[in-house]
């Protein structure tokens, strides 16, 4: 039967809908599942107005046999079998007849007891409870009370639509009760809709200015603008993340064009785009990667007759725009390096100094990677670029438009004649900012990048501020996120934890934290950050665990690793494997480390073992040395016969304390390599509990 939820209020952050549909999906799948109500096709839907649920559910709860029990059988039965008034009085409790009292065998023992079925409840009357219980668990960064209500929510709550097989539920929140009726658009058709089902809820609030389905909305949207566009044979400048905020801001979206004065398209195309994207959320209108005097922007209104809503950008446009102008030529005049000089009067956080304090330890570390990766040619580049990248902070244009640090930057010092090498290392120092964005496109950005966030992270971390939970001031866990994608991107094999060393160093005694431990505890954050970017990249969690098994000292051998084992996971070789790498490590659990001397080998299976073993091993060190993880590992299964042999043939355990000793340093030995490799004991194999490897 069909369940249709919605929750109507003021106008929600395009931020707090997304934050909104996840808990409310969770939240649904959650409290439906633990009251045992069969649930398919769940899924969220939102405008600004209103957060939508829908879902196919069970009419009600499926019955459940119960086997209800009374005394020990010891007291409820006597020494000839009959029934104890202890058993007769259970019987008359719960109002059955006594002939349905049985012997019922429990983890504690035997007691008296009878069968019997519970009917289910149905479906509407849980929901009563479900509804308020879901919609009173979400929360939102910032929360709002109105009137006397100690109530906080994201917005204020206008009305709740609550309906369950074409019935109302009887439900409530926050003194709101349930209906089956809500509100069209507030401007362009603000009458009431009735809805006994999702169909029906849909097609009145469309008839009503309303387009629940944000999908549908972004399809009208892409139309509109491709409306606008096709006559020019221009493109928008791609901003996915606006198009996806605007698709949420709006319920009837309407697509305006507008224009701006020539004369501003002297600006370099990152000012103009950012004067319209910040405040007034307008595309960039672009042919051949240059900007065109037009925008596009996106009202929440059925049409613009009067060119009202177009004007308005325009007028605020303009004015923007002559503001970046201005800052444009002022910037200009004052000479980057001259710039760079007033950031020691900038902090950059109170325990770490200034942010000229920064720039002499960028300088220092973009040096070290340079040596590390063997770039000689870039490090002069990538250290000049080091002392200028944080100039723009006292740009006006960057205090105006803080999305444009660095970009303006590495433009300024283009402007100034500076190398292109550079200006492009300021430019895109600050990539990426996500997942999503790409690492930076030169190598001695690449270099500068990773040395800035680095030194932010450790820095921040060595005073003793970490990310928790949702709070992340520093922008750790994105910076984190950065590090690893430039190195994996741009497939660095440096030893990672020797650069935190450095940067650890280069900070002298301005760390609260010491060394080891801010170290370990940056190596862990890493850790959990990689392990994070693997997963999302579709590996599966048992195989990053087993790649993460070795380190992350050289970060990017995670990712070659992880895709070596991703690989071999099909082969018919890879389980027995897997089985006998963990019969090695039980049987070496808890001892001390031993040593092998092939002079005390007895049997002709250990000698067999060894021999393999150091074949293997000397063909993998090479193997590894090179980063060739899936041949390195695929030569491992060359182990399996011998050690299936060594199994069967020989007593590990002998009595002889030498022989015991030595087998088993032969054992530490082939379990070292493979360590070295992966953790294979991290790695699920069919016959495994769900979510966990067996060691």
């Not at 519970?118 to 479900?130: C, E, P, Q, S, V």
């Not at 098994?549 to 970060?555: A, E, K, L």
Request: proline residues 5%.
């Amino acid at each position: 039967m069909e369940f249709l939820l919605e929750l109507l209020t003021e106008e929600l952050p395009a931020s707090h809908i997304r934050s909104a549909r996840e808990q409310l999906e969770a939240g649904f799948r959650q409290e439906l599942g633990a009251a045992r109500l069969a649930v398919d096709g769940l899924r969220t839907l939102a405008t600004p107005r209103r957060l939508v649920v829908v879902a196919d559910i069970a009419s009600g709860q499926e019955d459940k046999d119960q086997v209800v029990t009374g005394p020990p059988l010891s007291v409820a039965k006597g020494p000839d079998g009959t029934l104890t008034a202890a058993a007769k009085g259970f019987a008359r409790a719960q109002g059955v007849d006594e002939s349905r009292l049985e012997a019922v065998r429990t983890a504690r023992g035997e007691y008296i007891g009878f069968r019997r079925t519970a009917k289910g409840a149905a479906t509407a009357d849980l929901l009563g409870t479900i509804v308020p219980r879901v919609l009173g668990a979400l929360s939102f960064p910032k929360m709002m009370r109105w009137a006397d209500s100690p109530f906080r929510f994201s917005r204020p709550i206008h009305g709740l639509l609550c309906v369950f097989g074409g019935s109302v539920v009887e439900t409530s929140f926050e003194g709101l009760k349930a209906g089956d009726t809500t509100l069209g658009h507030r401007i362009v058709s603000p009458r009431e809709v009735k809805a006994a089902d999702f169909a029906g809820y849909t097609s009145g609030l469309e008839a009503n200015g309303v387009i629940v389905d944000d999908a549908g909305r972004k399809a009208m949207i892409l139309s509109q603008i491709d409306g606008h566009l096709s006559p020019l044979k221009a493109d928008l400048l791609p901003d996915q993340d606006l198009l996806d905020d605007l698709t949420l801001n709006v319920e009837h979206p309407l697509v305006v064009f507008g224009s701006f004065p020539e004369a501003y398209l002297s600006l370099p195309l990152e000012v103009l785009s950012t004067a319209m994207r910040e405040g007034q959320k307008l595309f960039s209108v672009v042919r051949e990667k240059k900007q065109l005097p037009h925008f596009l922007g996106v009202a929440d209104a059925a049409d613009d007759a009067k060119g009202l809503i177009r004007a308005g950008h325009e007028r605020v446009l303009r004015a923007r725009l002559a503001d970046a102008r201005f800052f444009w030529d002022r910037d200009r005049k004052v000479p980057m390096a001259r710039r760079a000089a007033g950031l020691k009067d900038v902090v950059f956080q109170e325990k770490l100094g200034s942010y000229d304090d920064k720039v002499q330890r960028l300088k220092k570390l973009v040096a070290y990677v340079c040596d590390k990766i063997e770039a000689p040619k870039i490090r002069k580049d990538a250290v000049e670029a080091a002392g200028l990248c944080k100039a723009d902070l006292l740009a006006e244009m960057v205090k105006e438009f803080s999305g444009l640090q660095g970009r303006m930057g590495g433009l300024y010092a283009k402007q100034e004649g500076y190398p292109a090498a550079v200006s492009q290392a300021v430019y895109e120092h600050y990539l990426p900012q996500s997942l999503d964005d790409p690492s930076p496109s030169s190598p001695a950005g690449a270099v500068l990048s990773l040395a800035d966030k680095l030194d932010s992270i450790v820095g921040v971390m060595g005073v003793g501020i970490q990310a928790s939970g949702s709070s992340d001031p520093f922008g750790l866990r994105r910076n984190a996120q950065g590090v690893c994608k430039v190195i994996l991107d741009r497939k660095f094999r440096f030893s990672f934890g020797r650069l935190v060393d450095k940067v650890l160093s280069v900070y002298g005694d301005r760390l609260s934290v010491g060394r080891e431990e801010a170290k370990k505890a940056c190596l862990d954050f890493f850790e959990g950050r990689i392990r994070f970017i693997l997963e999302k990249r579709g590996f599966r969690y048992d195989l990053v665990g087993a790649a993460l098994g070795p380190g992350i000292d050289r970060m990017y051998d995670v990712l070659l690793r992880v895709q070596a084992l991703d690989a071999l996971k099909s082969s018919p070789l890879f389980e027995p494997f897997i089985l006998m790498a963990r019969r090695v490590n039980n049987i070496l659990r808890g001892l001390p480390p031993g040593k092998v001397n092939p002079d005390l080998f007895v049997e002709k299976e250990e000698r067999e073992l060894y021999s393999t073993f150091s074949i293997v091993r000397t063909n993998a060190q090479s193997m590894l040395a090179r980063g060739d993880y899936a041949r390195a590992q695929s030569i491992m299964f060359k182990l399996q016969p011998a050690l299936n042999n060594f199994f069967d043939k020989v007593m590990v355990m002998d009595e002889d304390k030498k022989v015991r000793q030595n087998r088993l340093g032969l054992l530490q030995s082939v379990q070292k390599m493979l360590a070295g490799i992966a953790d294979y004991s991290q790695v699920v194999v069919e016959g495994d509990k769900p979510g966990r490897a067996r060691a």
